[in-house]
């Protein structure tokens, strides 16, 4: 058990570094820093100072472990574009990707695990098989063209609900929310429908999978023998069995939902790090670039790392393996 998780956290340090030395060949390879913080008329003494005073005299290793070390601090620079601290600016930006997130994944479970559940034990239905043809659309529509649908038919033509933006937002200081005001919950509808259908899509084919194949078992036929109602068979008893991948595979998913909500955040404008990062992409902003290839990696490895752990507590084949030499893939 311990070598399993010691190796798991390896893994992760082993990604981690990886995609630092990426981010750190980004930030110190793409342009050159100096000539993108100083104006023109800047002298030669101005800019071996700045040299000096950012490292870039140092060995490219030097380098790569000062950016390594100021990383685990939180210390990736300053914007080029907004003469920020980085960190800053992108924890300013993070409860909005956050909170769209959030709100996405439990669209994503309180659609999809009903939808699943109907599409298994009614699958001749006229309601099974359009939901079906609707998780099709889910998988192949891509979330960009479904959001400019979207603003084109509740925005543009019916006005029901706005195209762009966060709404009124409400600053409890620590955190900035939009949750607590009507403008706030109604900017939050559109984007987090366009980032949660493919996840609904997921939830709903992998709940409809595990039903089928838990409706097959043997408990499930003695249970029926018992005389049980169809209602507690299908819901006490197999769907019960069926959760625990579900909630697997949407925690997994939080940090590509993180990762990709960036498609969604431009589409819609959402004043989100995906947006952020779009923005620096656009004017070349390499600190921020680095800083959230860095931040949204960690987070999707030290979600993926812990999902292995709780598989390694919760099912005593991977311990097994762990102890034996075996190892889990991933």
Not at 210 to 220: A, G, N, P
Request: hydrophobic content about 55%.
């Amino acid at each position: 058990m311990l070598a399993f998780l010691l190796r798991r956290l390896a893994n992760a340090v082993a990604v981690m570094l990886t995609v630092a030395l990426i981010a750190f060949v980004i930030f110190r390879f793409v342009g050159d820093p100096v000539e993108m913080m100083l104006n023109e008329q800047a002298t030669q003494a101005q800019r071996d100072a700045l040299r000096e005073r950012l490292g870039l005299n140092a060995s490219p290793a030097m380098q790569f472990a000062r950016f390594v070390t100021n990383a685990i601090q939180g210390d990736f620079g300053i914007s080029y574009r907004n003469q920020q601290d980085v960190f800053t600016l992108i924890a300013e930006r993070f409860p909005a990707t956050l909170e769209l997130v959030l709100v996405a994944t439990i669209l994503s479970l309180a659609l999809g695990i009903p939808f699943g559940v109907v599409t298994a034990i009614r699958r001749n239905s006229v309601l099974a098989q359009a939901l079906q043809l609707v998780s099709i659309v889910g998988i192949s529509l891509p979330s960009f063209a479904l959001g400019i649908l979207l603003i084109l038919v509740f925005s543009v033509q019916l006005g029901w609900l706005p195209g762009f933006g966060r709404g009124e937002v409400v600053d409890l200081g620590f955190w900035s929310t939009g949750l607590l005001t009507a403008s706030g919950r109604k900017a939050l509808v559109l984007p987090s429908i366009t980032l949660a259908l493919f996840q609904i899509t997921l939830v709903m084919r992998l709940v409809r999978a595990e039903m089928l194949e838990t409706l097959r078992t043997d408990f499930i036929k003695f249970a029926r023998a018992r005389g049980l109602p169809d209602r507690v068979v299908h819901f006490r008893h197999a769907l019960r069995n069926c959760l625990m991948p579900v909630i697997t595979v949407t925690g997994m998913q939080i940090g590509n939902l993180i990762a990709f909500a960036l498609i969604t955040e431009t589409v819609f404008q959402w004043p989100g790090t995906g947006l952020l990062f779009i923005q620096a992409v656009t004017f070349v902003d390499i600190p921020v670039m680095a800083a959230y290839l860095v931040i949204v990696s960690f987070i999707f490895v030290a979600l993926n790392t812990v999902v292995d752990m709780l598989y390694a507590v919760v099912d005593p084949r991977l311990r097994m393996q762990g102890s034996g030499g075996g190892g889990h893939g991933g």
